[in-house]
């Protein structure tokens, strides 16, 4: 089993910029692909970003690409989102996921095994 708990989501003004972090407990990240998704109120769950369990490669959402950055820390047993230039669209909550190292596909939810409970980003105008 793993736990993951999601923190750094905040209240920001467009253009500004927050860092989530992913930590994990109950077994080692290292051998986790992991991915950031997110849920926008009244849509379904998006994929944002997504790292293998060796650090490459990374995906990225064409809406977050180029603002967002995915990175991980294996030593610590976290997952971060850089956020920049943030925009009103960005709203939402926030989830970290992960699956095995041997799947293949981490960048749908339905890909995904274990999942936090979320961190709330909303960017005002």
């Known amino acids: 089993q793993v736990q993951l708990v999601e923190s750094g989501g905040g209240l920001v003004q467009a253009g500004g910029s927050l860092r989530l972090s992913c930590a994990a407990s109950g077994r080692t990240l290292s051998t986790h692909n992991m991915g950031w998704f997110r849920q926008a109120p009244g849509k379904e769950r998006e994929f944002v970003a997504a790292i293998s369990w060796s650090g490459s490669p990374t995906y990225y959402a064409d809406s977050v690409k180029g603002r967002f950055t995915i990175a991980r820390d294996n030593a610590k047993n976290t997952v971060y989102l850089q956020m920049n230039s943030l925009k009103p669209e960005d709203t939402a909550v926030y989830y970290c996921?992960?699956?095995?190292?041997?799947?293949?596909?981490?960048?749908?939810?339905?890909?995904?095994?274990?999942w936090g409970k979320g961190t709330l980003v909303t960017v005002s105008s």
């Open positions: 996921a992960s699956n095995p190292y041997y799947r293949g596909s981490y960048y749908s939810p339905q890909d995904m095994d274990y």
